[in-house]
């Protein structure tokens, strides 16, 4: 299939536009980095704590930034998760200056729910908080309540119906619609075993909060620097490896002019999370590695075409056989990267905050990936084999024929 017949655009005509876009995007990233002191980091490469809670109504971010900065927790990042209905807020607490080790890390946690019952627990002396509740302390407690009257019967019995029931009881609560929050302990009587002795024993020995912690994420300094480390290291050694195998398949030139347009790719996609205030987490890292191999896969077919080219090149036209090239791949391109970006741009609008990160890395990704590979590799192709190395372009037309020939024999 062609979207285009013999098309004949000038790439390396305009080649001076292309760079001078580049130059723009790379210097407003790294300004941007300037300003504001370096990336931003998830999480898990910055260390400390992060909680995702779930309100019963809209939550007053401002108020739980306060009440954490009562505690002398400051530096909390407080910012809204998926749609405004589901209330959903998370919530990331820096590890403190000087502070190590797993207590250290709890007391982040600690620090957060504390400020959080002060705000919407409405507790109550003595009792423990059922939506925060995990199935073993429902179980403990109804065990001593025994409201089934349950001993006689032996304590096997006993702890295995309360288990089950407990177990039973949490899962309504963390299934949608409720996900995590009960407003009446009523809603609790269509679990099968739960009779009235039961909630009896539970509004007696629980309360309701406002709000319930969904996911807790702790990750500790030595943790966060490892990671960090490792994802630049597993960058730099993929880059090595393809430069290696494109020496290998082409010759040295190619592989240098295909990995600088990759670095071109990473820092600009890189620079625009500085740009837009995105942190940097491990799905990016995962995304920005498969920026890599399809932005080096897109070079790596035009490069392929150019070496086709080669036996039916003038000599000293070396320009006008890759601006050959990148027409003739122009349509596979496009279908190619069209149909990826489409898959990727819907992950971004509609996969959710999870994914978010990563779709938007790929988003860019797609579209600086495929631009790099005919407005960044094929002129540093095109000044290397055309100033620099005068004569190559005969000489590897040779080669190529030589490879072609003995292919046949």
């Given at each position: 299939m062609e979207l285009f017949h013999e098309p004949n655009f000038d790439w390396m005509g305009k080649k001076w536009y292309f760079?001078?876009?580049?130059?723009?995007?790379?210097?407003?990233?790294?300004?941007?980095?300037?300003?504001?002191?370096?990336?931003?980091?998830?999480?898990?490469?910055?260390?400390?704590?992060?909680?995702?809670v779930k309100f019963a109504k809209a939550p007053d971010v401002g108020a739980i930034r306060n009440e954490l900065v009562r505690?002398?927790?400051?530096?909390?990042?407080?910012?809204?998760?998926?749609?405004?209905?589901?209330?959903?807020?998370?919530?990331?607490?820096?590890l403190g200056k000087g502070a190590t080790g797993g207590e250290a890390l709890d007391a982040g946690k600690a620090a957060i729910i504390k400020a959080l019952i002060g705000l919407y627990g409405g507790s109550e002396q003595g009792k423990v908080d059922f939506n925060n509740a995990s199935a073993k302390t429902v179980e403990d407690h109804l065990l001593v309540a025994d409201p089934l009257g349950l001993a006689a019967k032996g304590l096997n019995t006993a702890t295995s119906t309360y288990q089950s029931l407990a177990g039973a009881m949490v899962k309504f609560r963390d299934t949608p619609p409720q996900s995590g929050l009960i407003a009446n302990f009523q809603q609790l009587a269509g679990v099968s075993g739960v009779t009235p002795a039961v909630l009896g024993v539970l509004e007696k020995d629980f309360y309701l909060s406002g709000f319930t912690v969904r996911n807790t994420q702790i990750v500790g300094p030595k943790v966060g620097s490892d990671l960090r480390r490792e994802a630049v290291y597993?960058?730099?050694?993929?880059?090595?490896?393809?430069?290696?195998?494109?020496?290998?398949?082409?010759?040295?030139?190619?592989?240098?002019?295909?990995?600088?347009?990759?670095?071109?790719?990473?820092?600009?996609?890189?620079?625009?999370?500085?740009?837009?205030?995105?942190?940097?987490?491990?799905?990016?890292?995962?995304?920005?590695?498969?920026?890599?191999?399809?932005?080096?896969?897109?070079?790596?077919?035009?490069?392929?075409?150019?070496?086709?080219?080669l036996p039916s090149s003038k000599r000293g036209d070396f320009g006008e056989l890759v601006n050959r090239s990148i027409n003739q791949t122009l349509s596979r391109?496009?279908?190619?990267?069209?149909?990826?970006?489409?898959?990727?741009?819907?992950?971004?609008?509609?996969?959710?905050?999870?994914?978010?990160?990563?779709?938007?890395?790929?988003?860019?990704?797609?579209?600086?990936?495929?631009?790099?590979?005919?407005?960044?590799?094929?002129?540093?192709?095109?000044?290397?084999?055309?100033r620099v190395g005068k004569g190559q372009v005969k000489g590897k037309r040779k080669v190529y024929e030589r490879e072609v020939a003995a292919a046949k024999r």
């Open positions: 760079i001078s876009v580049s130059l723009a995007l790379l210097a407003a990233g790294l300004i941007s980095i300037a300003v504001h002191h370096g990336l931003v980091y998830g999480i898990e490469f910055r260390s400390g704590t992060q909680v995702l505690e002398n927790w400051r530096g909390a990042s407080i910012q809204s998760i998926g749609p405004a209905s589901e209330h959903s807020v998370m919530i990331e607490l820096p597993v960058t730099l050694a993929g880059l090595a490896a393809m430069l290696v195998y494109i020496w290998f398949r082409f010759e040295l030139i190619y592989g240098v002019s295909a990995v600088i347009a990759v670095f071109h790719d990473v820092l600009i996609t890189i620079g625009l999370f500085s740009l837009f205030g995105k942190e940097i987490t491990l799905s990016v890292i995962a995304a920005l590695l498969t920026l890599v191999g399809y932005s080096m896969n897109d070079t790596i077919v035009t490069f392929d075409r150019v070496r086709e080219n391109t496009i279908l190619t990267s069209g149909l990826t970006f489409l898959a990727v741009l819907s992950l971004y609008l509609f996969g959710g905050d999870v994914i978010h990160g990563f779709a938007f890395a790929m988003v860019v990704g797609v579209i600086i990936g495929t631009y790099s590979s005919f407005a960044i590799a094929s002129p540093l192709l095109v000044f290397w084999q055309t």
